[in-house]
């Protein structure tokens, strides 16, 4: 999909705040921390996108940058709850009349919470992710102190570590893509806006919360502690808490799945099913060395590499009856119902790349077997989120499976050499892991 179109509302104190809206359904406008937010600059992120269109397919997603960041106006009188307050009214006018599901993606809970207690009528639902009551506890932390350091003594390598830290090990170009994102805004928001953000105290008000409310939580975070989220969950009258495995700090990094079948659940009432008694074996496909690949060959180039592997990917999933899932931006997620399927496939799949002798066209693969959730065409859970991992620890033309996945084959001819045990984020255990030989 094109990036959607910048759209500007216009406040009662005369600023311009940009927005865009994508997909149909109930309004799902999302509130953003003041030093992530813009809203271009964002949409260019691979896993920023796929979020966003996996919530589109059921929701209308509005985003847009407060005052003082991204596109928005800078503005003159300063920074304050009330200005921000008005930012986000602005844009409710501008979409249209319709109560709203009002979603934070971290930590914003001061701005949703201040705007319901004003015009309860205009929210329908509240989303807080990993959020904190009062903005000094996120400043006071460990983390944040830690951040700040960072970034001030070097703020490429700082932002860096910054991301290694909120995220975890494990991610990859994906992590590099967010904090070159990190580096770009930095540099597009007022200091002012940016202190201002933190510069609130709503839980002495939670009580006076009103409209259902779903609070969610990693289990294991490296930011926002647990216990901050179950004092705001514990303060907001009938207020679900769902605490997710894992340790990402950020929605779109290991939750994006989960987080979409949650709103599905609270907001429209829609269960999800576990696919039980079935198995799947699930694979990804990632073309290795995206990001620099793209710096280095430009755009359009690297849009014909992305065409040539999907191409190929999908041709030996037709030929070994797999069902692709989606497309994740630099590669392709897809199951099988035989394990053995999903092995050749991949194996085709290299053998194809090879085949093809593009220097700069090399794909990393993994698989992984188990019962994921399943909810319509998609897939979700544990059994995925290690497969993702699992692709992580491939080099390009590698294909590396899990020690469930050999054993689904064992007896069937295929050769495979152990490595050493992969540490894989939100996973407890050390995980087996073997990469496929070339023979059978």
């Given at each position: 999909?094109?990036?959607?179109p910048i759209?500007?509302?216009?406040?009662?104190?005369?600023?311009?705040?940009?927005?865009?809206?994508?997909?149909?359904?109930?309004?799902?406008?999302?509130?953003?921390?003041?030093?992530?937010?813009?809203?271009?600059?964002?949409?260019?992120?691979?896993?920023?996108?796929e979020?966003?269109l996996?919530?589109?397919?059921?929701?209308?997603?509005?985003r847009?940058?407060?005052?003082?960041?991204?596109?928005?106006?800078?503005?003159?009188?300063g920074?304050?709850?009330?200005?921000?307050?008005?930012d986000?009214?602005?844009?409710?006018?501008?979409?249209?009349?319709?109560?709203?599901?009002?979603?934070?993606?971290?930590?914003?809970?001061?701005?949703?919470?201040?705007?319901?207690?004003?015009?309860?009528?205009?929210?329908s639902?509240?989303?807080?992710?990993?959020?904190?009551?009062?903005?000094?506890?996120?400043?006071?932390?460990?983390?944040?102190?830690?951040?700040?350091?960072?970034?001030?003594?070097?703020?490429?390598?700082g932002?860096?570590?910054?991301?290694?830290?909120?995220?975890?090990?494990?991610?990859?170009e994906?992590?590099?893509?967010?904090?070159?994102?990190?580096?770009?805004?930095?540099t597009?928001?007022?200091?002012?806006?940016?202190?201002?953000?933190?510069d609130?105290?709503?839980?002495?008000?939670?009580?006076?919360?009103?409209?259902?409310?779903?609070?969610?939580?990693p289990?294991?975070?490296?930011?926002?502690?647990?216990?901050?989220?179950r004092?705001?969950?514990?303060?907001?009258?009938?207020?679900?808490?769902?605490?997710?495995?894992?340790?990402?700090s950020?929605p779109w990094?290991?939750?994006?799945?989960?987080?979409?079948?949650?709103?599905?659940?609270?907001?429209l009432?829609?269960?999800?099913?576990?696919?039980?008694?079935?198995?799947?074996?699930?694979?990804?496909?990632?073309?290795?060395?995206?990001?620099?690949?793209?710096?280095?060959?430009?755009?359009a180039?690297?849009?014909?590499?992305?065409?040539?592997?999907?191409?190929i990917?999908?041709?030996?999933l037709?030929?070994h009856?797999g069902?692709?899932?989606?497309?994740?931006?630099d590669?392709?997620?897809?199951?099988?119902?035989?394990?053995?399927?999903?092995?050749?496939?991949?194996?085709?799949?290299?053998?194809?790349?090879?085949?093809l002798?593009?220097?700069d066209?090399?794909?990393?693969?993994g698989?992984?077997?188990?019962?994921?959730?399943?909810?319509?065409?998609?897939?979700?859970?544990?059994?995925?989120?290690?497969a993702?991992?699992?692709?992580?620890?491939?080099?390009?033309?590698?294909?590396v499976?899990?020690?469930?996945?050999?054993?689904?084959?064992?007896?069937?001819?295929?050769?495979?050499?152990?490595r050493?045990?992969a540490a894989?984020?939100?996973?407890?255990?050390?995980?087996?892991?073997?990469?496929?030989?070339?023979?059978?």
């Amino acid at each position: 999909m094109d990036a959607p179109p910048i759209q500007y509302a216009r406040t009662e104190d005369d600023l311009n705040i940009a927005y865009w809206a994508i997909g149909d359904g109930p309004t799902l406008i999302f509130h953003h921390p003041m030093s992530f937010s813009h809203i271009e600059q964002e949409w260019r992120t691979t896993y920023h996108r796929e979020f966003y269109l996996a919530l589109a397919a059921h929701f209308r997603v509005v985003r847009f940058d407060q005052r003082g960041c991204g596109l928005s106006d800078r503005s003159p009188a300063g920074y304050s709850a009330n200005g921000f307050l008005l930012d986000l009214d602005a844009v409710l006018r501008a979409i249209g009349p319709q109560p709203a599901i009002l979603a934070s993606l971290f930590g914003g809970t001061g701005v949703p919470v201040l705007f319901l207690l004003a015009d309860p009528a205009r929210v329908s639902h509240l989303v807080l992710w990993s959020p904190f009551a009062r903005g000094a506890d996120f400043l006071e932390l460990p983390f944040t102190k830690l951040s700040r350091e960072l970034r001030a003594v070097d703020p490429v390598h700082g932002t860096e570590a910054f991301v290694t830290l909120m995220v975890g090990l494990g991610e990859g170009e994906r992590a590099q893509e967010f904090a070159l994102l990190l580096q770009r805004t930095a540099t597009s928001t007022d200091d002012g806006a940016r202190a201002a953000a933190y510069d609130f105290d709503v839980l002495e008000r939670l009580s006076e919360v009103e409209v259902p409310t779903l609070v969610l939580q990693p289990s294991d975070p490296r930011m926002v502690p647990a216990n901050l989220a179950r004092q705001v969950a514990g303060a907001v009258p009938g207020a679900e808490l769902v605490i997710l495995d894992g340790q990402s700090s950020l929605p779109w990094f290991g939750h994006a799945g989960t987080y979409v079948a949650h709103l599905r659940r609270f907001v429209l009432g829609e269960q999800a099913k576990s696919a039980t008694g079935m198995t799947h074996t699930v694979m990804f496909t990632d073309l290795a060395a995206s990001t620099a690949t793209t710096q280095r060959l430009g755009d359009a180039a690297a849009q014909d590499l992305v065409r040539a592997h999907n191409a190929i990917v999908r041709t030996a999933l037709e030929a070994h009856s797999g069902h692709e899932v989606k497309h994740t931006g630099d590669g392709i997620f897809a199951w099988f119902s035989a394990a053995s399927n999903g092995l050749d496939c991949a194996r085709v799949i290299q053998q194809s790349v090879t085949d093809l002798a593009n220097p700069d066209l090399g794909v990393k693969i993994g698989l992984n077997a188990g019962e994921p959730i399943a909810e319509e065409d998609d897939l979700y859970g544990t059994a995925v989120q290690i497969a993702a991992r699992v692709t992580d620890q491939a080099a390009a033309g590698e294909i590396v499976c899990t020690n469930v996945v050999r054993e689904l084959v064992a007896g069937k001819g295929y050769l495979f050499s152990e490595r050493e045990p992969a540490a894989l984020k939100g996973v407890e255990e050390p995980v087996r892991l073997f990469t496929l030989g070339d023979d059978t």
